[in-house]
């Protein structure tokens, strides 16, 4: 796809993977909608992305309420009379058990990283279908592929968008529109500090080495962590999966599609692998609780 003149649309534009999406969008020449809840991290974006080549819409808006999904995308019809690449990447995640999860904080989960990629992407359709042209991006995670402990609410709410980008391409067969899930582990950003419900990157932090020890006393297996990915690291990969009109699950992260390949075939085999990091996890997180 040529990118120059094209209208990006960048949920989550304010942090993180978000920014670099939009920074690679801005040296392509793109005209760049970012969107997120903070002006001020957007205005900044923004010059950056005037600075790299780029065209500069901010919009502000909470992509949890469907209203706003839907003004996003109007107000930008209005403008520019298309969308051609929709990165839904706006998200967060929690941290508590299922037992201490409130539903409020599940209900939120769901909001931000599910409903907000059905109504946006639903709104922007119709006028891709028009032009016979697009491609919807959805960050989801490998969590959205396989299970990790004490953060079930944001682990459904991924596996959802798997499921529902699944879904969009069977009816978008036959058609020159794409859709795109994204699959990462860890990547450097504000993600693992801004979980609802307390920090689940310190809660890595602290169950991690606790894990090593007890894999050697227990004899299990060590967890097969990839390495973490810098924004722009993970940023260079989606955009090459735009770049080739790529419709699919993408794995940006060394191992992650195997490890969810053996999930699908054999579960227990993929959470064997990482039975003590779980342990570790549940362990620190039951300290923390009787320590408040
Ligand atoms: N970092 C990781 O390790 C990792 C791994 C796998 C998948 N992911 C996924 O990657 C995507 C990008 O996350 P990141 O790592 O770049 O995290 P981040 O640095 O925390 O950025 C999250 C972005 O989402 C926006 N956002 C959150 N709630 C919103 C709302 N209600 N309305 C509008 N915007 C909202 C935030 O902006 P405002 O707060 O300004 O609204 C921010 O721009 C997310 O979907 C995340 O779940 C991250």
């Given at each position: 796809?040529?990118?120059?003149?094209?209208v990006v649309v960048v949920t989550g534009a304010s942090s993180g993977l978000g920014v670099e999406l939009s920074y690679e969008a801005a040296r392509r020449g793109a005209r760049v909608v970012l969107v997120a809840r903070r002006s001020d991290r957007l205005e900044e974006v923004a010059r950056q992305v005037t600075e790299l080549g780029g065209t500069a819409d901010v919009i502000v808006a909470?992509?949890?309420?469907?209203?706003?999904?839907?003004?996003?995308?109007?107000?930008t019809l209005s403008k520019y009379g298309q969308i051609d690449v929709l990165f839904n990447n706006a998200g967060r995640g929690n941290m508590a058990r299922v037992e201490d999860t409130p539903t409020e904080q599940w209900r939120s989960m769901f909001a931000v990283n599910?409903?907000?990629?059905?109504?946006?992407?639903?709104?922007?359709?119709?006028?891709?279908?028009?032009?016979?042209?697009?491609?919807?991006?959805?960050?989801?995670?490998?969590?959205?592929?396989?299970?990790?402990?004490?953060?079930?609410?944001?682990?459904?709410?991924?596996?959802?968008?798997v499921g529902f980008i699944a879904a969009l391409r069977t009816e978008l067969v036959g058609t020159n529109i794409h859709a795109t899930t994204i699959c990462p582990a860890g990547i450097i950003t504000e993600w693992a500090d801004a979980t609802e419900g307390g920090s689940i990157g310190t809660m890595y932090g602290a169950a991690i080495p606790r894990s090593?020890?007890?894999?050697?006393?227990?004899?299990?297996?060590?967890?097969?962590l990839s390495r973490m990915m810098t924004a722009k690291e993970c940023s260079d990969i989606i955009w090459n999966a735009v770049d080739t009109g790529?419709?699919?699950?993408?794995?940006?992260?060394?191992?992650?599609r195997e490890l969810a390949v053996l999930s699908t075939q054999d579960r227990c085999a993929q959470e064997d692998k990482f039975e003590a990091l779980w342990i570790a996890m549940n362990q620190t997180y039951?300290?923390?609780?009787?320590?408040k």
């Open positions: 796809m040529t990118i120059s003149s094209s909470d992509v949890s309420l469907e209203q706003e999904c839907y003004r996003v995308i109007d107000s599910v409903d907000s990629i059905f109504w946006l992407t639903a709104r922007a359709l119709p006028l891709m279908r028009a032009r016979n042209a697009g491609h919807i991006v959805a960050i989801s995670s490998v969590a959205g592929r396989y299970g990790h402990p004490l953060n079930a609410a944001y682990v459904a709410a991924k596996h959802a968008v090593r020890v007890l894999a050697r006393e227990q004899g299990l297996q060590t967890a097969p790529r419709s699919d699950d993408v794995y940006t992260h060394n191992g992650t039951e300290e923390q609780r009787s320590s």
